[in-house]
């Protein structure tokens, strides 16, 4: 599969796309729990990987939860179930809301092996769209971004500055290389153990009570990041639309302080 070079696209090679991110506190003393509250664009690839384009295609067209993702991102009630006759204009073209064509998606591809392209500004008007241009680019890796006041594949065609973040879900990133100083199993890094992943059952506990009762969410999604940890998505339509300063308090009120204790 060869990079795209649709009108509608723009290439980056590993740039951050800063409207999407969780904003990170000018504070130094907040700067983990900054990184605690992801950006949509998630980390590198493992370099060691190698993909297997027939394995991709066939996980793409055989697996991969298109109708899940799209009723999720869509927020709206209509689309939750896949069975429903109401349902086929919906996945064929006309979108059931607003909010999914403009939600910004952006794939890493390898058009040769080792050779990443990171395509951003990805919309989709259905779930029929979206599902095609998965399969075509097969990607090996999906970013989730923000919604826009416009769909983000028409930002070549608006004035600067006039596409502009409208929410976003809350993310919260625990990895358990957070834990290292602590984890005594001879774990360390991305690598994991039943023994040392018992941290990461501590913070879902903590940070899930705590977003329910401190904070009155109730929509939260729990993933298992893929490496090395754990990733909170709090899908609330309060919490999608909180501002940077809110986000990074969030972020701040579950901030770890070590504590060390020498017995002598």
């Given at each position: 599969?060869?990079?795209?070079?649709?009108?509608?696209?723009?290439?980056?090679?590993?740039e951050?796309?800063n409207?999407?991110?969780?904003?990170?506190s000018?504070?130094?003393?907040?700067?983990r729990?900054?990184?605690?509250?992801?950006?949509?664009?998630?980390?590198?690839a493992?370099?060691?990987?190698?993909?297997?384009p027939?394995?991709?295609?066939?996980y793409?067209?055989?697996?991969?939860?298109?109708?899940?993702?799209?009723?999720?991102?869509s927020?709206?009630?209509?689309?939750?179930?896949?069975?429903s006759?109401?349902?086929?204009?919906i996945?064929?073209?006309?979108?059931?809301?607003?909010?999914f064509?403009?939600?910004?998606?952006?794939?890493?591809?390898?058009?040769?092996?080792?050779?990443?392209?990171?395509?951003?500004?990805?919309?989709?008007?259905?779930?029929?769209?979206?599902?095609?241009?998965?399969?075509?680019?097969?990607?090996?890796?999906?970013?989730?971004?923000a919604?826009?006041?416009?769909?983000?594949?028409?930002?070549?065609?608006l004035?600067?500055?006039?596409?502009?973040?409208?929410?976003?879900?809350?993310?919260?990133?625990i990895?358990?290389?957070d834990?290292?100083g602590?984890r005594?199993?001879?774990?360390?890094g991305?690598?994991?153990?039943?023994k040392?992943?018992?941290?990461?059952?501590?913070?879902?506990?903590v940070?899930?009570g705590?977003?329910r009762?401190?904070?009155g969410?109730?929509?939260?999604?729990?993933?298992?990041?893929?490496?090395?940890g754990?990733?909170?998505?709090?899908?609330?339509?309060?919490?999608?639309?909180?501002?940077?300063e809110?986000?990074?308090?969030?972020a701040?009120?579950?901030?770890?302080c070590?504590?060390?204790?020498?017995?002598?």
């Amino acid at each position: 599969m060869g990079a795209s070079h649709d009108n509608e696209e723009e290439h980056e090679f590993g740039e951050e796309d800063n409207n999407n991110n969780t904003s990170k506190s000018s504070n130094t003393n907040n700067d983990r729990a900054s990184r605690m509250a992801n950006s949509a664009k998630s980390a590198p690839a493992d370099a060691s990987v190698v993909f297997s384009p027939e394995l991709l295609s066939m996980y793409y067209s055989r697996l991969f939860p298109y109708q899940l993702l799209y009723s999720w991102l869509s927020y709206d009630p209509a689309t939750a179930n896949p069975n429903s006759t109401n349902n086929t204009s919906i996945t064929k073209g006309a979108p059931s809301s607003s909010t999914f064509p403009r939600r910004e998606f952006s794939m890493t591809i390898e058009p040769t092996p080792g050779n990443e392209v990171y395509i951003r500004y990805q919309s989709f008007l259905s779930q029929d769209e979206l599902s095609s241009a998965i399969m075509k680019r097969r990607p090996t890796k999906i970013d989730i971004g923000a919604v826009f006041n416009y769909p983000p594949k028409d930002n070549k065609s608006l004035p600067s500055g006039k596409l502009q973040t409208q929410e976003r879900e809350l993310v919260f990133d625990i990895d358990l290389t957070d834990y290292d100083g602590v984890r005594n199993c001879g774990c360390s890094g991305a690598k994991i153990c039943n023994k040392c992943w018992t941290f990461m059952g501590m913070a879902i506990e903590v940070m899930d009570g705590g977003l329910r009762k401190d904070f009155g969410f109730e929509h939260l999604a729990w993933f298992y990041s893929g490496r090395r940890g754990v990733h909170c998505w709090v899908c609330d339509d309060k919490a999608r639309k909180l501002s940077n300063e809110a986000r990074s308090a969030v972020a701040t009120y579950f901030e770890v302080c070590y504590v060390y204790f020498v017995f002598v």
